[in-house]
T-cell receptor, first 114, second 114 residues
């Protein structure tokens, strides 16, 4: 059973518009949520994270929103650029003991069209 | 960029042969992980290590073993490679700190078992 779900396998947006990528989770014990970006033939790169004690974190064009009651988070990219075209993974981390394993969604492929 | 080096970057091997992939880090991070990425499955954890000689299984550990004799090196061994182990393998490292939960990834190793 997937604990982290990205229900949209792909998303296409126009350059300059907003991209919204969504992620749902089932485990209320997760205390950190992270977004990674992955280009083909490269490893995932960390993009932005949010602690469960916050509801928003912003870094430049990237903002992550967390709705704990709905167990939902979203990544907003404004404005979207062609270089943002990549696969975006949502991941969650629990604080159980010393175990900092990340639980991953399946990813959403974002295409930003010029 | 975090100092993570995976070797080899590409390998073709025959069914039934042993294969060892190496991950080397220069960050002195406590946690090291091996993932595989396959279409439709996202990133799946094979094994991870939380210290020298301290390792544990992930969700897809069958057919794989690991060793960590030094902080900087984490080896993944396929004892007898099968075609189902054809995949892209990623190593990741993490401080494991509750304040810094993000993991950093290597460039990946593309393994083909023929």
């Amino acid at each position: 059973d997937q604990q982290v779900k990205q229900n949209s396998p792909s998303l296409s947006v126009q350059e300059g518009r907003i991209s919204i990528l969504n992620c749902d989770y089932t485990n209320s014990m997760f205390d950190y949520f992270l977004w990674y970006k992955k280009y083909p033939a490269e490893g995932p790169t960390f993009l932005i994270s949010i602690s469960s004690i916050k509801d928003k974190n912003e870094d430049g064009r990237f903002t992550v929103f967390l709705n704990k009651s709905a167990k939902h988070l979203s990544l907003h990219i404004v404005p979207s650029q062609p270089g943002d075209s990549a696969v975006y993974f949502c991941a969650a981390s629990g604080a159980a003991g010393n175990n900092r394993k990340l639980i991953w969604g399946l990813g959403t492929s974002l295409a930003v069209n010029p | 960029d975090a100092g993570i080096t995976q070797s080899p970057r590409h390998k073709v091997t025959e069914t039934g042969t042993p294969v060892t992939l190496r991950c080397h880090q220069t960050e002195n991070h406590r946690y090291m992980y091996w993932y595989r990425q396959d279409p439709g499955h996202g990133l799946r954890l094979i094994h991870y290590s939380y210290g020298v000689k301290d390792t544990d299984k992930g969700e897809v550990s069958d057919g794989y073993s690991v060793s960590r004799s030094k902080t900087e090196d984490f080896l993944l061994t396929l004892e007898s490679a099968t075609s189902s182990q054809t995949s892209v393998y990623f190593c990741a490292i993490s401080e494991g700190s509750p304040r810094i939960p993000e993991a950093f990834f290597g460039q990946g190793t593309r393994l083909t078992v023929v």
